[in-house]
């Protein structure tokens, strides 16, 4: 007899966060390319204008529908064509640009009428770029951005100090918060990802739309045990930078975009201080990515299949939980 084993993972009733959200590193938007995208329970265009700015809009053509993420002839297997600053309708060829403005109908001689008065016809999303990374603003209701990303001068293109992005996705089967939450959760270290003791949580500040918390950790060296630490802060729901010292400096940008309620993909970049000049390959350094890569592996495995507790039965060991989903409860508009 054969029995079906499924899981069936209990739906988790979270409306998906505000904020600023990843959606492209700056190196996977060429100039004058296009590239379809699924966030947000919604489908969307990025492009980059040939003067080199980076827009994303709504990527159904509010002429006859077609999905501006899909280019044919030249441009099959690619996005949609670039013409200066607009992004071009594989379908019937009208122009659009970044604000969602019609601003080429390539016939006919009387254009629609809220296309003959300049009005934006296309969802248009507020993007930002920095730390070479594409960001968006999502807000359920529409609302403007409320607050604004970080840019760190070690994630700037170019800089000297330090190495090339090294990056990394997970697409994980979970509402967002319960991957923020990992942050506050110190006692799992020790269960999920095998660190000899639970780390010390020394500060965890809550203010406004920014988190930061700071962990003290014994590293296992073969030249005996280093102290470490981890500075973690979130600016919003969404974007996260991770510092770990002790061993060999790294910074993290952890990023996280809901894809649906219950579905978000994790972008993790790595950059470590270059050492002669280059980016550095393997190593402590290495180690140091490795480890952090198999902690979301274990982590994922709990994730993909955990129940969301509305209001967990929690003991004094237990992290600041309270705290944590108080801050991030701003951000969900039910
Ligand atoms: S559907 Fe886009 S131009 Fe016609
Ligand atoms: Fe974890």
Known sequence: MIIARTSTKPPIDLPMPYGWFQLLYSSELAVGESVPLNYFGQELVAFRTESGVAKVVDAYCPHMGAHLGYGIHEQAGKGSAVVGENIVCPFHGW?????????????GINPPPRVARGEQVLGAWAVREV????????????IEPLFEPESLS???ANNDEWGEIQ??????????????????????????????EIPDVMDSV????????????????????????????????GLAIIRFSGLCDTLL????????????????AFMQKKVDGK???????????ANICQQMEEDRIIWNRKKFHAKPMLCDGDGPFAKFRNWYGQFLVQ
């Not at 809550?206 to 102290?227: I, Q, Y």
């Open 95 to 107: 122009q659009f640009n970044g604000e969602g403005q019609c601003k080429h109908i390539p016939y």
């Open 131 to 142: 730390n070479q990374c594409v960001l968006v603003w999502y807000h359920p209701e529409g």
């Open 154 to 156: 070690e994630a700037a």
């Open 167 to 196: 990056a990394f996705s997970w697409d994980i089967h979970t509402h967002m918060q319960e991957i923020g939450e990992n942050a506050v959760d110190a006692v799992h270290f020790k269960t999920v990802h095998g660190t000899k």
């Open 206 to 237: 809550f203010d406004g739309h920014l988190r930061s918390g700071l962990l003290k950790t014994l590293n296992p060296t073969p030249k005996g045990v280093v102290e470490g630490t981890i500075e973690n802060k979130s600016i919003g729901p």
């Open 253 to 268: 940008m952890a990023n996280l975009t809901p894809i649906t309620p219950e579905h978000c993909r994790a972008m993790y």
């Open 279 to 289: 980016t550095p390959v393997g190593g402590i350094g290495g180690a140091i990515i």
